[in-house]
């Protein structure tokens, strides 16, 4: 790839990785068979609403570097074609790391110039493009999306002067600042390839760090719009309700509804074909999948009711996961509960 360099600053990035290989251990008991990128938000496998936002930003190619259940991925996504972007998979046999990953799945990119990269557990509303617009502007090597929160222990800080990133601060006790990696960046393809091959690289812990330690253009795009991890259940069930809400932005969501399979009711997602009887009450933010049946007289809130699952009369369900073609006995009371994992 002897010409990387001269396309990288020459255009807005047309290829993607989405980063789709982990475990999902925090989503427990969703992900026993599941993997975390292809659970529902708001009707949707959550890769979509990436694989949407990536398209509709000009990416025309995305590899999903996979890991774990690698196989669920490829039957629905295929070769991108139903969703008019090229998708390829690069599987990891073992789970090497963010940049490990990173390095392994870029093998497959066909074209030049850079490479966004998506973390496949954040659903935000920050503008891609603009993203991709700063990181042409400024000739960056790296570009972080990056953003505030009350509380930034948990993540990456990360210290800026101007747009100008001065260190980073993987997961510590006394973050300096609360503008956090919001984990989607832009990388250049000479970035890329000095990744080590084949062993586990944290890009958090290790390329970043080092590259700001040998003088590399990082640059930050600060965006104070929507921003979640949807690594926990009530994560995943809060960006359900927050698509549902309009607090919350995907194109794929926006497509969803205006097809006419779901509608939006009391706040609540609920498929056309849904067989809910007149007195049931579906209320806060719940979502109800294709073919589910809701008895006489039930009553659920904020929780996600799957494909073709069936809610007895007179159950009440606040906060709950009901796992596709499950049922749920009548006058059955739960909350915060899952069934059919």
């Known amino acids: 790839m002897e010409n990387s360099h001269d396309s990288?600053?020459?255009?807005?990035?047309?290829?993607?990785?989405?980063?789709?290989?982990?475990?999902?251990?925090?989503?427990?008991?969703?992900t026993f068979k599941t993997p975390k990128p292809m659970l529902k938000v708001a009707g949707i496998p959550f890769t979509e609403h990436q694989i949407v936002k990536a398209r509709d930003a000009g990416i025309t190619e995305i590899v999903l570097a996979t890991s774990y259940l690698a196989e669920?991925?490829?039957?629905?996504?295929?070769?991108?074609?139903?969703?008019?972007?090229?998708?390829?998979?690069?599987?990891?046999?073992?789970?090497?790391?963010?940049?490990?990953?990173?390095?392994?799945?870029?093998?497959?990119?066909?074209?030049?110039?850079?490479?966004?990269?998506?973390?496949?557990?954040v659903l935000s509303s920050h503008s891609l493009r603009e993203q991709m617009q700063l990181h042409v502007d400024r000739e960056a090597d790296v570009s972080l999306y990056l953003t505030e929160v009350a509380d930034a222990r948990a993540f990456g800080a990360v210290e800026l002067n101007g747009d100008s990133i001065t260190?980073?601060?993987?997961?510590?006790?006394?973050?300096?600042?609360?503008?956090?990696?919001?984990?989607c960046y832009i990388f250049n393809r000479e970035i890329i390839e000095s990744?080590?091959?084949?062993?586990?690289?944290?890009?958090?812990?290790?390329?970043?760090?080092?590259?700001?330690?040998?003088?590399?253009?990082?640059?930050?795009?600060?965006?104070?719009?929507?921003?979640?991890?949807?690594?926990?259940?009530?994560?995943?069930?809060?960006?359900?309700?927050?698509?549902?809400?309009?607090?919350?932005?995907?194109?794929?969501?926006?497509?969803?509804?205006?097809?006419?399979?779901?509608?939006?009711?009391?706040?609540?997602?609920?498929?056309s074909d849904a067989s809910i009887a007149?007195?049931?009450?579906?209320?806060?933010?719940?979502?109800?999948?294709?073919?589910?049946?809701?008895?006489?007289?039930?009553?659920?809130a904020g929780s996600i009711i799957g494909e073709g699952a069936v809610v007895g009369a007179r159950a009440d369900l606040t906060s709950t996961f009901v796992a596709d073609g499950s049922e749920i006995p009548d006058a059955l009371i739960a909350e915060n509960s899952f069934f059919g994992f």
């Open 167 to 183: 260190t980073f601060n993987e997961k510590m006790e006394n973050p300096p600042t609360n503008i956090i990696n919001a984990g």
């Open 8 to 30: 990288s600053h020459s255009g807005l990035a047309k290829s993607a990785i989405l980063l789709v290989g982990g475990f999902g251990t925090r989503l427990h008991p969703l």
């Open 195 to 271: 990744i080590p091959a084949a062993r586990v690289v944290s890009v958090e812990r290790e390329t970043f760090p080092q590259l700001l330690a040998s003088g590399a253009k990082l640059v930050g795009y600060v965006d104070r719009s929507y921003w979640l991890d949807i690594g926990t259940p009530a994560a995943l069930l809060k960006a359900t309700q927050d698509l549902i809400a309009g607090t919350a932005q995907s194109e794929a969501f926006d497509a969803l509804v205006a097809s006419g399979d779901f509608v939006i009711k009391n706040g609540s997602l609920v498929a």
């Open 72 to 121: 669920v991925f490829e039957p629905h996504f295929g070769n991108g074609e139903k969703f008019g972007i090229k998708i390829s998979y690069a599987v990891e046999e073992v789970a090497l790391g963010t940049g490990g990953a990173i390095r392994n799945a870029a093998e497959s990119l066909e074209n030049d110039g850079s490479v966004v990269i998506f973390n496949g557990d």
């Open 278 to 300: 007149t007195n049931s009450h579906i209320s806060q933010g719940s979502f109800i999948d294709s073919g589910a049946t809701i008895g006489e007289s039930a009553s659920i």
